[in-house]
């Protein structure tokens, strides 16, 4: 451009006045002076030997030159500013490892997700999930949510959310409207199990509803079971009976209708959700966002 005596900051003052038709507001967006957009523009005619704008009352309007001039300089400046954040993307993207069950994962974790990618687009998520234990540092992973007492092996446990449970079922099965009002009324339902917390006391969830509800006696059978809460929710979603379901997983399901509770009583699970992270090991930067986006994310 040097043959044309045009400076490179004269076709950014004209891109950005043409696309404003304004001086004043593409001195704003370069933060420069008013009188240094006037000063390039007069710059570049001169060296274009051609008026790029007709100025009059405060109005600018662009010549037939200019709108010649300013799809090209605009389409440039834009690709210029895309290699430039892809460029910088590429060097500075980071993985984050992440490890839940499958139920935590597809009933809270991915419809969240989007968030935090749209406030963290350098950083990709790696999620594994597993009904299994996972050796974090064999499998490289940097933060997990786990449900349980917060007492693992290798792990530093922070707590996130407790676990409530209540009766859950499928509009299509019960009729959202109604009200029931003694807890026998659901044992004309099926009932869908998801005994999941063995060895703490609390080895049938339906059973700990029931004795909470003032039936401590009750015969819930054996009914449809399952070694997962998120299957057990999908379940009672199909309208295949009522799951004792965890209200935290299930709490979208509730929200947009696809789930319902016949009762405001649900009884405190002696689980809760924790973070977990390999111990006595430092977090790193993408790390420390995620665990304090997922506590945000818990009181919204």
């Known amino acids: 451009m040097k043959e044309y005596g045009v400076h490179l900051n004269a076709l950014r003052a004209f891109e950005a006045t043409a696309r404003h038709l304004s001086f004043s507001k593409a001195?704003?967006?370069?933060?420069?002076?008013?009188?240094?957009?006037?000063?390039?523009?007069a710059s570049l005619e001169a060296g274009l030997g051609v008026k790029l704008f007709n100025r009059q009352n405060r109005k600018v309007e662009l010549t037939k030159a200019g709108e010649n001039l300013f799809p090209v300089l605009n389409s440039s400046f834009d690709g210029i500013k895309r290699a430039l954040k892809e460029t910088r993307s590429s060097t500075n993207r980071k993985v984050l490892n992440v490890a839940v069950t499958p139920s935590f994962a597809n009933k809270w974790l991915v419809p969240r997700l989007r968030d935090?990618?749209?406030?963290?687009p350098e950083i990709d998520i790696n999620v594994s999930s597993s009904l299994t234990k996972v050796d974090y540092n064999a499998k490289n992973i940097h933060v997990g949510i786990r449900a349980g007492l917060g007492q693992w092996e290798n792990l530093d446990a922070e707590h996130l959310m407790p676990i409530h449970m209540t009766p859950l079922g499928s509009p299509t099965l019960f009729n959202a409207h109604k009200v029931m009002t003694d807890p026998s009324e659901i044992l004309q339902y099926p009932l869908i199990h998801a005994d999941v917390s063995n060895g703490v006391g609390f080895e049938f969830e339906w059973l700990e509803w029931f004795k909470a509800s003032g039936m401590p006696n009750v015969d819930i059978g054996a009914g449809l079971s399952f070694h997962d809460p998120g299957l057990a929710l999908e379940a009672a979603i199909n309208g295949l009976g009522f799951a004792i379901g965890y209200v935290e997983l299930a709490k979208d399901d509730i929200t947009q209708g696809r789930l319902v509770r016949p009762f405001q009583t649900d009884i405190r699970h002696p689980w809760s959700y924790f973070i977990v992270t390999p111990r006595n090991e430092s977090m790193d930067k993408q790390t420390v966002l995620f665990c304090n986006w997922l506590k945000e994310q818990c009181f919204l």
């Open 27 to 41: 001195a704003e967006e370069l933060s420069v002076s008013h009188s240094t957009i006037s000063h390039h523009i």
């Open 116 to 120: 935090f990618q749209a406030l963290n």
